[in-house]
């Protein structure tokens, strides 16, 4: 079945600065790749996602980057604030196939 | 659309009683998936659904855990004796059909189970 890796588990940066939370996969068919943003006590949420199709895409400060021969696939914030501090989930999807989420990127944006 | 809806939002109940939670899909969404989250283990897909018919059952943990999913509109998730280590967050998520199309999934709001 799928593997995915996230890294780094935990990631501080100062505020303005620019955050990567990278993840990895293991099978090549694998042909949609979501973000999800999980504040303290709430749901995961989707904030951006990408293709098999697509090397990047960008949503303001957010862009998502696929590197679909190396098998993985990046977060980028830029101009990171507060309250980007979050975990954050990436998850892999094959057709007919379900989802399968990596373990989590804990952001801490410090002031 | 109100998004999926989860009830209770929180429970605390002791060893050895049921535990019955609940979710309502996204109207028109045919994927009806139940995750665990946990510190430990982090999001846990226990089983999902298509068309109210169970897919993947493999993550359910044990036999004390089962789920059912009568109609478009209604699962449940039991856990019958609940025990303390099943204590976590269980978000119901639902997904639109096709999923070539990468349709994404949306997580209800959870409910946060505690056993004493």
């Known amino acids: 079945g799928e593997n995915v890796e996230q890294h780094p588990s935990t990631l501080s940066v100062q505020e303005g600065d620019s955050a990567v939370i990278k993840c990895t996969y293991s099978?090549?068919?694998?042909?949609?790749f979501p973000w999800y943003k999980q504040e303290l006590g709430k749901r995961p949420q989707l904030i951006i996602d990408i293709r098999s199709n697509v090397g990047e895409k960008k949503d303001q400060r957010i862009a998502v980057t696929l590197n679909k021969t190396a098998k993985h696939f990046s977060l980028h914030i830029t101009e990171t604030q507060p309250e980007d501090s979050a975990v954050y989930f990436c998850a892999v999807h094959n057709y007919g196939q379900n989802f399968v989420f990596g373990p989590g990127t804990r952001l801490s944006v410090l002031p | 659309d109100a998004g999926v809806i989860q009830s209770p939002r929180h429970e605390v109940t002791e060893m050895g009683q049921e535990v019955t939670l609940r979710c309502k899909p996204i109207?028109?969404?045919?994927?009806l998936f139940w995750y665990r989250q946990t510190m430990m283990r982090g999001l846990e897909l226990l089983i999902y659904?298509?068309?109210?018919?169970?897919?993947?059952d493999s993550g359910m943990p044990e036999d004390r855990f089962s789920a059912k999913m009568p109609n478009a509109s209604f699962s449940t998730l039991k856990i019958q004796p609940s025990e303390p280590r099943d204590s976590a967050v269980y978000f119901c998520?639902?997904?639109?059909?096709?999923?070539?199309?990468?349709?994404?999934?949306?997580f209800g709001e959870g409910s946060w189970l505690t056993v004493v």
């Open positions: 998520a639902s997904s639109p059909d096709s999923p070539n199309s990468g349709n994404t999934i949306y």
């Open positions: 659904f298509n068309n109210n018919v169970p897919i993947d």
């Open positions: 099978d090549s068919a694998s042909n949609y």
């Open positions: 109207s028109g969404h045919d994927y």
